[in-house]
């Protein structure tokens, strides 16, 4: 049986202030899953006061991974992300970790928040497609994140869906 292989992309959100700490974190997750291939832009994450626990002013970034990973394994890639999280500071986390898969058609993003438009995987961890890839544009739902309805993200989760489909290509 064929699984479906996936670009591995993560976002991290940190203090804007602190660069430091987001080197630390890349620097964690490249021991995971390699050096990180691709970047976003740093984004300020205004859109909500959500993670205000980490810090009142935050960035977003997001990056890509080299090669194709089994898509079924996000509840693991999840699970890895917390793990660093809580080793970023003690008591709460200085850092969030948001990882997920990119296909030809989605972006899929892990939670370990159920509500009624995720779908539970295992150990706590469900999965949300959190925009639609569709007639060339990237789409948001009803209860897409504010800042993934803006748009800011599009041509980094492009640049990534490109490198997925000749990715594909290579290993058909």
Same mark, same amino acid.
């Given at each position: 049986?064929?699984?479906?292989?996936?670009?591995?992309?993560?976002?991290?959100l940190?203090?804007?202030?602190?660069?430091?700490?987001?080197?630390?974190?890349?620097?964690e997750?490249?021991?995971?899953?390699?050096?990180?291939?691709?970047?976003?832009?740093?984004?300020?994450?205004?859109?909500?006061?959500?993670? #205000?626990?980490?810090?009142?002013?935050?960035?977003?970034?997001?990056?890509?991974?080299?090669?194709?990973?089994?898509?079924?394994?996000?509840?693991?890639?999840?699970?890895?992300?917390?793990?660093?999280?809580?080793?970023?500071?003690?008591n709460?986390?200085?850092?969030?970790?948001?990882?997920?898969?990119?296909?030809?058609?989605?972006?899929?993003?892990?939670?370990?928040? #159920?509500?009624?438009?995720?779908?539970?995987?295992?150990?706590?961890?469900?999965?949300?497609?959190?925009?639609?890839?569709?007639?060339?544009?990237?789409?948001?739902?009803d209860?897409?994140?504010? #800042?993934?309805?803006?748009?800011?993200?599009? #041509?980094?989760?492009?640049?990534?869906?490109?490198?997925?489909?000749?990715?594909?290509?290579?290993?058909?």
């Amino acid at each position: 049986m064929n699984f479906p292989k996936v670009k591995l992309i993560t976002g991290i959100l940190y203090p804007s202030d602190n660069e430091n700490l987001l080197n630390w974190a890349i620097s964690e997750l490249a021991k995971i899953w390699g050096h990180p291939e691709l970047f976003s832009q740093s984004v300020p994450f205004d859109k909500t006061n959500y993670y #205000d626990e980490i810090s009142p002013n935050l960035n977003r970034i997001f990056m890509s991974f080299p090669g194709l990973f089994y898509a079924g394994d996000l509840a693991k890639w999840k699970h890895q992300a917390i793990e660093i999280e809580s080793r970023s500071r003690e008591n709460i986390r200085a850092v969030n970790i948001d990882p997920g898969y990119i296909d030809g058609a989605r972006l899929i993003l892990a939670s370990t928040k #159920d509500h009624a438009h995720r779908i539970y995987l295992r150990d706590g961890i469900f999965a949300e497609v959190t925009l639609r890839y569709r007639f060339k544009n990237w789409q948001s739902f009803d209860y897409t994140f504010p #800042d993934f309805q803006s748009r800011c993200y599009d #041509d980094f989760l492009s640049k990534v869906r490109k490198l997925w489909l000749k990715e594909i290509k290579e290993v058909s």
